[in-house]
């Protein structure tokens, strides 16, 4: 069983960042891939972005929106996943999940709002 619960979602100005947490309760260099997603309202949910391990090499993706602004790492000592997010725009405003798959499934966080307004 793994729990991922995010932090760091917040009211930020046009143009300033964020960064987002998702600790996750067990080993992180287990759970491949652990990816961002995002829910604005009245649409449907998104994948941000995507860190998946490959042997000893980590890779990230990144939708077209966000590519250039928003960064995801891991930090295996702190089971935490972060998104770095840089250069924040109203139509980034959504609820941020933090998502892993861990022996082939799903697992979910509850959700940090990131509200982008001036």
């Known amino acids: 069983q793994v729990q991922l619960v995010e932090s760091g979602g917040g009211l930020v100005q046009p143009g300033g960042s964020l960064r987002l947490s998702c600790a996750a309760s067990?080993?992180?260099?287990?759970?491949?891939?652990m990816n961002w997603y995002r829910q604005a309202p009245g649409k449907e949910r998104e994948l941000v972005a995507a860190s998946s391990t490959i042997g000893r090499g980590v890779y990230a993706n990144y939708a077209d929106s966000v590519r250039g602004r928003f960064t995801i790492s891991r930090d295996t000592a702190k089971n935490t996943v972060y998104l770095q997010m840089n250069s924040l725009q109203p139509e980034d405003t959504a609820v941020y999940y933090c998502n892993g798959v861990w022996n082939g499934m799903n697992y979910w966080g509850k959700g940090t709002l990131v509200t982008v307004s001036s």
């Open positions: 067990g080993n992180i260099a287990s759970i491949n891939p």
